[in-house]
């Protein structure tokens, strides 16, 4: 059952995708609730689904050895929270290019546009992945807000 | 208001499957 959430490339998830994906989830921990595959699937799948609060609750229980740092401050973010998404942030020890770029996101929501400037110009020096003309949108927009 | 993309979601990725199948 796990190999329908596979990512391929012809497949664009809906909403109601990832609700399936939730209850495939469940079913799965049910069966055995060491199952972090399954644990950390249903994280991303409840995040996918916008379900945020719900996802938050589940990670306050997290009994996974799984850094779901990321995902969390991400829905902290989403529920416009960008102070407590930060505070997660500010404690993940190795950030890696996503946390950065939540960061930037945060930044922008808190309009600190000048350290805002700063993350995305280190993000898109150092990155070279298929986001880059959306970072570059991203980084116009912070322009505009320190013109 | 400028437009302004939401990368972050984007890394909010599924964990590798390949052990499990
Ligand atoms: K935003």
Known sequence: ELAALRPSADFDPTADDYEKAIKVCNKLLNLDAHDATAYHCKIVAMVQAGKFQDCIKQLENNKFDLDLQFEDAYCHYRLNDPLKAMKILDGVINPQVKHNELRAQVLYRLEQYENCFTVYRDIIRSSDDKYETERKTNLSAVTAQLA | ?21
């Not at chain 2, 993309?5 to 499990?20: C, G, I, N, Q, T």
């Open chain 2, 1 to 21: 208001k400028p437009l302004f993309y939401d990368v972050a979601l984007y890394h909010v990725e599924m964990p590798s499957l390949d052990h499990k199948l």
